[in-house]
């Protein structure tokens, strides 16, 4: 091995340059050359050796040790990243049997090899990984075995909802950011008796909304996760394709809202007149079809979240329905979290973690020979290497979110301390909350 390249795509991660750095001078100082690409797979895709030729220093460059020097605990991604999806046509193993639907595949593979690359570091998402199995795929289809570069993955996502993986570099930090953000709404909140609706990153699962509502004394949380008994409705939908017909759990706003507003009525009891409702943004694609229809998309088919205020909503209609329940007014304003913690200064543990994942993309890659594997870290920073194919689905080629499990000991350790803040007695998804003054005596 003489040379390898290293991407990363998608959103930003607080300790991106640890896992930059530690992987670049695990191999500097084995004699391998590393090129850093810039802003992902931007450049790669449309690589035509005439018309779009990879150009030094503008699409990437050789890093050097002055490069990565100190740069471990630094804000930002000194190769950028970019949100492209490569394998957009692609949808069924079929598809990379076909030329038109692989074309971009093809470019990337074609740019690294005249680039002389041995080795590729993918550093990404969950949307990443796919791209890395795609290329993996395609060039175990089309490509002689003499001619290919090898491809490992290294997880990165502040959502923390990978599966194959303890925990994701730059959740902490991330978490760590919108708690404190969080501690500073609530001191406002009790100072001007009044709520606040806060709206977190975290995609289609709840870890950051959870962990925020722990780290930020939250008097209630919900996420994705939670969409179940009073808070769901069922929805009919029809695929326009086949036009098989699917029944699926939907969020019911209503509900959500009353919920809310019988924990405030229960803390006003107890002469609490303040507090903090932390909502996973992932709610918004759990919206029944005709309230997230026309939602602008990525390019990974994902509704473009911030695009759609959720805290608005939620905090206009607590308002209303506070004022339908009591005949008073009651001062809730909103906010969404999320975008100042992705570049935040990387918290000691993301540092760490991202660090041992970047030395594990040499292990793997130099002393295991391995190719289309991911590195991941459990216990105390142990490297393994677990295949894509025990991470990727084989039928329709995508990843499985990891959700929070109901019932988990980090599940039930957010419904306690929401509990201990003085309001209802621990609850579980799906059930309706029974204020403590009108529990049934035992």
Same mark, same amino acid.
């Given at each position: 091995?003489?040379?390898?390249?290293?991407?990363?795509?998608?959103?930003?991660?607080?300790?991106?340059?640890?896992?930059?750095?530690?992987?670049?001078?695990?191999?500097?100082? &084995?004699?391998?050359?590393?090129?850093? @690409?810039?802003?992902?797979?931007?450049?790669?895709? +449309?690589? +035509?050796?005439?018309?779009?030729?990879?150009?030094?220093?503008?699409?990437?460059?050789?890093?050097?040790?002055?490069?990565?020097?100190?740069?471990?605990?630094?804000?930002?991604?000194?190769?950028?990243?970019?949100?492209?999806?490569?394998?957009?046509?692609?949808? #069924?193993?079929?598809?990379? !049997?076909?030329?038109?639907?692989?074309?971009?595949?093809?470019?990337?593979?074609?740019? *690294?090899?005249?680039?002389? $690359?041995?080795?590729?570091?993918?550093?990404?998402?969950?949307?990443?990984?796919?791209?890395?199995?795609?290329?993996?795929?395609?060039?175990?289809?089309?490509?002689?075995?003499?001619?290919?570069?090898?491809?490992?993955?290294?997880?990165? #996502? @502040?959502?923390?909802?990978?599966?194959?993986?303890?925990?994701?570099?730059?959740?902490?930090?991330?978490?760590?950011?919108?708690?404190?953000?969080?501690?500073?709404?609530?001191?406002?909140?009790?100072? #001007?008796?009044?709520?606040?609706?806060?709206?977190?990153?975290?995609?289609?699962?709840?870890?950051?909304?959870?962990?925020?509502?722990?780290?930020?004394?939250?008097?209630?949380?919900?996420?994705?996760?939670?969409?179940?008994?009073?808070?769901?409705?069922?929805?009919?939908?029809?695929?326009?394709?086949?036009?098989?017909?699917?029944?699926? *759990?939907?969020?019911?706003?209503?509900?959500?809202?009353?919920?809310?507003?019988?924990?405030? !009525?229960?803390?006003?009891?107890?002469?609490?007149?303040?507090?903090?409702?932390?909502?996973?943004?992932?709610?918004?694609? *759990?919206?029944?079809?005709?309230?997230?229809?026309?939602?602008?998309?990525?390019?990974?088919?994902? @509704?473009? !979240?911030?695009?759609?205020?959720?805290?608005?909503?939620?905090?206009?209609?607590?308002?209303?329905?506070?004022?339908?329940?009591?005949?008073?007014?009651?001062? $809730?304003?909103?906010?969404?979290?999320?975008?100042?913690?992705?570049?935040?200064?990387?918290?000691?543990?993301?540092?760490?973690?991202?660090?041992?994942?970047?030395?594990?993309?040499?292990?793997?890659?130099?002393?295991?020979? !391995?190719?289309?594997?991911?590195?991941?870290?459990?216990?105390?920073?142990?490297?393994?290497?677990?295949?894509?194919?025990?991470?990727?689905?084989?039928?329709?080629?995508?990843?499985?979110?990891?959700?929070?499990?109901?019932?988990?000991?980090?599940?039930? *350790? &957010?419904?306690?301390?929401?509990?201990?803040?003085?309001?209802?007695?621990?609850?579980?998804?799906?059930?309706?909350?029974?204020?403590?003054?009108?529990?049934?005596?035992?």
């Amino acid at each position: 091995m003489n040379r390898v390249a290293i991407v990363f795509s998608g959103g930003p991660a607080p300790a991106a340059n640890a896992v930059i750095a530690a992987a670049t001078t695990s191999f500097l100082e &084995a004699g391998i050359e590393v090129l850093g @690409i810039f802003h992902g797979y931007t450049n790669l895709q +449309d690589y +035509d050796p005439a018309s779009h030729p990879m150009v030094p220093s503008e699409h990437y460059r050789p890093l050097a040790p002055a490069d990565i020097r100190g740069i471990r605990n630094t804000r930002g991604i000194i190769i950028g990243t970019a949100r492209v999806n490569p394998g957009a046509a692609i949808e #069924t193993p079929s598809d990379l !049997l076909d030329p038109q639907k692989t074309e971009r595949l093809a470019r990337i593979h074609h740019a *690294l090899a005249d680039l002389e $690359v041995d080795a590729l570091i993918s550093i990404g998402g969950d949307d990443t990984l796919k791209t890395a199995n795609y290329l993996y795929e395609y060039q175990r289809h089309h490509v002689a075995e003499e001619n290919r570069f090898r491809i490992v993955h290294l997880p990165k #996502t @502040i959502d923390n909802d990978y599966r194959g993986i303890d925990f994701t570099f730059g959740f902490f930090t991330a978490v760590d950011v919108m708690a404190k953000e969080l501690l500073n709404l609530r001191a406002d909140c009790v100072a #001007t008796s009044s709520y606040f609706m806060v709206e977190t990153m975290g995609r289609k699962a709840g870890w950051l909304s959870y962990g925020v509502a722990i780290a930020g004394e939250a008097s209630m949380v919900v996420s994705t996760e939670d969409v179940q008994g009073d808070l769901a409705i069922e929805e009919a939908r029809v695929n326009l394709v086949t036009g098989e017909k699917t029944v699926e *759990l939907r969020l019911s706003i209503t509900a959500l809202v009353d919920r809310i507003v019988d924990m405030i !009525l229960e803390r006003e009891r107890r002469d609490q007149y303040y507090g903090t409702v932390v909502l996973a943004e992932g709610l918004a694609e *759990l919206l029944p079809q005709n309230a997230s229809a026309g939602l602008p998309r990525d390019e990974h088919g994902h @509704i473009r !979240l911030v695009a759609f205020d959720l805290a608005k909503v939620v905090c206009d209609r607590v308002q209303v329905r506070y004022e339908e329940r009591t005949g008073r007014r009651k001062k $809730v304003r909103h906010i969404q979290l999320g975008y100042e913690s992705r570049c935040a200064p990387p918290h000691a543990f993301d540092v760490m973690l991202a660090s041992q994942l970047g030395i594990g993309a040499y292990r793997a890659l130099v002393e295991e020979q !391995l190719d289309g594997h991911m590195v991941s870290v459990s216990g105390q920073l142990d490297l393994h290497y677990i295949e894509f194919s025990k991470l990727i689905n084989a039928e329709t080629l995508r990843t499985e979110v990891r959700f929070i499990p109901n019932g988990s000991d980090f599940h039930r *350790l &957010a419904r306690f301390l929401e509990a201990q803040t003085g309001r209802f007695h621990a609850w579980s998804p799906g059930q309706r909350f029974e204020p403590e003054s009108e529990k049934p005596s035992e």
